[in-house]
């Protein structure tokens, strides 16, 4: 049995009062996938959620060229909170860009940023295409939510203004001799409820730039083990260790 086919209300079309309306237009590059990808037909029935209310039915009663009319008829699943968890990361080729933005916001990510350090390659980003890629991972995992995107920010900025309250858990390969992120995690459990991860560029941070995240109170320094591991692999790796304990204390899934 096939699954119906979900899509995003952004905030554009008023997703915050959804519930109130009887009709909605999906449009642009949503419309183009419902109709030239999954070809959907009239009566076609297609979940949507707007990352507020929570997830509605709906059904296809008119398609034209430029957007696809759908008919809410009830909500099936209410909004669910994720875990509080960040992605600070500097920004790479736009492939494995693409592969950490996907698989973060399947590990449960609310929030990236974006940030400039010493020995970043790249700081220009097409954010369009950020969010259209958090959109289309958050419809497959199921998410009721998108994470957002925020601008590019520069590294010592980033820290003056992440809140105390935030965990700021660091890998930092460099240092063998520190915990691994799972017995660090489990130390301070109790801690945070609020968590962020800090993922340099390929070419790690600058002695002065691990010195500057070292001096935060909040900040929980770990290895991800004794290999090297890519920009994106360390993304993934450390978002699932995050993501398997905080869901132990606040379960995703009810």
């Known amino acids: 049995i096939r699954r119906p086919?979900?899509?995003?209300l952004s905030s554009s079309s008023a997703a915050s009062d959804v519930y109130k309306r009887q009709m909605i237009y999906i449009k642009e590059k949503q419309h183009h996938f419902l109709k030239n990808v999954?070809?959907?037909?009239?009566?076609?029935?297609?979940?949507?959620?707007?990352?507020?209310?929570?997830e509605w039915r709906s059904q296809v009663i008119s398609i034209s060229k430029d957007k696809t009319a759908l008919k809410i008829e009830k909500k099936i699943r209410e909004f669910q909170t994720q875990p509080d968890i960040w992605l600070i990361f500097a920004p790479i080729k736009i492939f494995r860009l693409n592969?950490?933005?996907?698989?973060?916001?399947?590990?449960?990510?609310?929030?990236?940023?974006?940030?400039?350090?010493?020995?970043?390659?790249?700081?220009?980003?097409?954010?369009?295409?950020?969010?259209?890629?958090?959109?289309?991972?958050?419809?497959?995992?199921?998410?009721?939510?998108?994470?957002?995107?925020?601008?590019?920010?520069?590294?010592?900025?980033m820290i003056k203004e992440l809140p105390d309250d935030r965990a700021l858990v660091f890998c930092d390969e460099s240092d063998t001799n520190l915990p691994s992120i799972y017995d660090e995690m489990r130390s301070?459990?109790?801690n945070y409820s609020k968590?962020?991860?800090?993922?340099?560029?390929?070419?790690?941070?600058?002695?002065?730039?691990?010195?500057?995240?070292?001096k935060q109170k909040n900040v929980l320094p770990v290895t991800l083990g004794s290999r090297i591991l890519r920009s994106d692999t360390a993304a993934i790796s450390s978002l699932f260790c995050i993501q398997s304990m905080v869901d132990k204390r606040q379960p995703v899934l009810k």
Do not use: H, M
């Open 5 to 8: 086919p979900r899509s995003t």
């Open 99 to 157: 592969i950490i933005i996907q698989k973060a916001v399947e590990l449960g990510v609310s929030k990236f940023i974006p940030c400039k350090t010493e020995f970043s390659n790249f700081d220009k980003l097409n954010y369009k295409n950020l969010e259209l890629n958090a959109i289309e991972a958050a419809q497959q995992c199921e998410r009721l939510d998108v994470p957002k995107i925020e601008k590019i920010i520069n590294l010592d900025a």
């Open 38 to 54: 999954l070809r959907v037909q009239l009566n076609d029935v297609i979940n949507v959620f707007d990352g507020i209310t929570g």
């Open 188 to 190: 301070n459990l109790n």
């Open 195 to 214: 968590w962020s991860v800090i993922i340099g560029p390929e070419g790690g941070f600058s002695n002065e730039e691990r010195d500057l995240i070292k």
